[in-house]
Nanobody, 116 residues
Framework: QVQLVESGGGLVQPGGSLRLSCATS????????MGWYRQAPGKQRELVAG???????TYAGSVKDRFTISRDNAKNTMYLQMNSLKPEDTAEYYC??????????WGQGTQVTVSS
């Protein structure tokens, strides 16, 4: 199986930056693609950014040009660099792995709060 552990969330002022990390372990060779999702109170979970094993990336329109998703295969870690943060970016952020088998694996989540 695959395990995912997020870190890097916290409280930041509007306009600030944070970098989220997602450490992967287990059968990492079964991972087809990975992504970051977020869920704000009272809202559905939404895709923030995704990255395939080939390095292709996709972003939600609301974060494009502000967030950058990346993977360090040597460290088995995925990152989400978040710049120019806005209050509307406040949410619980989840790491996701899509396996070759079709299964979805989720991390426990990390809270990001953007507030002055």
């Amino acid at each position: 199986q695959v395990q995912l552990v997020e870190s890097g969330g916290g409280l930041v002022q509007p306009g600030g930056s944070l970098r989220l990390s997602c450490a992967t372990s287990g059968n990492i060779f079964s991972i087809n693609a990975m992504g970051w999702y977020r869920q704000a109170p009272g809202k559905q979970r939404e895709l923030v950014a995704g990255i395939t094993n080939y390095g292709s990336t996709t972003y939600a329109g609301s974060v494009k040009d502000r967030f950058t998703i990346s993977r360090d295969n040597a460290k088995n870690t995925m990152y989400l660099q978040m710049n120019s943060l806005k209050p509307e970016d406040t949410a619980e952020y989840y790491c996701n792995a899509h396996l070759i088998s079709g299964l979805e694996i989720w991390g426990q989540g990390t809270q990001v709060t953007v507030s002055s």
